[in-house]
C-alpha cells in the first residue's frame, strides 16, 4: 500500500510537468567578484596580492559564458540545473619595492633604490558553479512579460595559481650602503605555487537571482538576470597559511532561451 501511495505521489509531481515544455539556455555576462580583502580580512590572499601588487579588485572582472536546463515542476515552479565558466590570469608588479640583483641571488629594495629589475608575478582564479535552483515566475510564462526570482545550491570548482616573483618578508636582511646607511631587505624568490596541486578543489556554495524573460516567439525568448554567489574555499596545498579564500561574486548576463 506504502508503495503504491509513493508512486502515485511521484506521478503527481512529475506528470503536471510533462505538459510543458523545458527550457535550454545559453548566457554571456560579467562576473565581479567579492573578493573580501582589506583591514578587516589580513590574511586574505586577496588583501595580501591586493596591498602589495599593482592590479586592483577592478581587475578581477571578468566576462563569462553559461549554460543551463530548465526543467517545469508546475506553471510556476521549475528547477534549473546551470554551469558557468569564470577565469581571469593578472600580472603585475610591487609597488613599493624594486629588485636588485648580488652574487649571492636577488633582494627586495624599497622603490626609493634604483632597481635591476621589477618584481613581478601572476595571479589566476578560476571558478567554475555547477548549481542546481528552484525557480518561480509568479505570473506564469503565458505573459509578454516574465519576470522570475529563484536560489539554490552549487558545487564550486575552483583553483587559484600564483607564478613568478615573491618576496619572502619572513627573511629580512639588512644592507649597509658605502656611507653606512642601513636598510632592510627581503629575499626575491621564484615562486609557482598553485592551489590545489593538481586539478580543481571542490566547495559547496549558494546563491540567489532574478530576473526577466522576454518572448520573441513560441520556442524563443531572450533573458536578462543578475545572481549573487556565495562561497569560500578552504586552502589545504600551496596557500594552506591563509584564511578560507573568497570565491563569492555578483554577475549580470544575458541569455537565449529555447523551448523545446
Known sequence: MKKHLAIIAALVLVLPALAYPNI???KVGYFIPRAQSGPSFPDSLWTIEFDNMTFTKTNYQNTIIGLGYEYFLTRQLSLVLSLDTYNKNKSGFYRD???IDFT???????NTFEGDFSITHSFNVSI???QLSLKLTPLGRR???IPYVGGGVGLYMWSVRLRGDTIDFSDPFIHTDLDGTETEVYPVVQTYAQEPDSGVRFSVGYHVFGGFMFPLGQRI???????FNSCKGAFQDAFKDFEDFDLSGYQVTLGINYWF
Open 97 to 99: 619595492y624594486v629588485g
Open 104 to 110: 649571492d641571488g636577488a633582494f627586495a629594495f624599497p
Open 143 to 145: 505573459v509578454r512579460f
Open 24 to 26: 535550454f539556455s545559453f
Open 221 to 227: 525568448t531572450l533573458e536578462t538576470e543578475f545572481k
Open 128 to 130: 567554475t558553479p555547477l
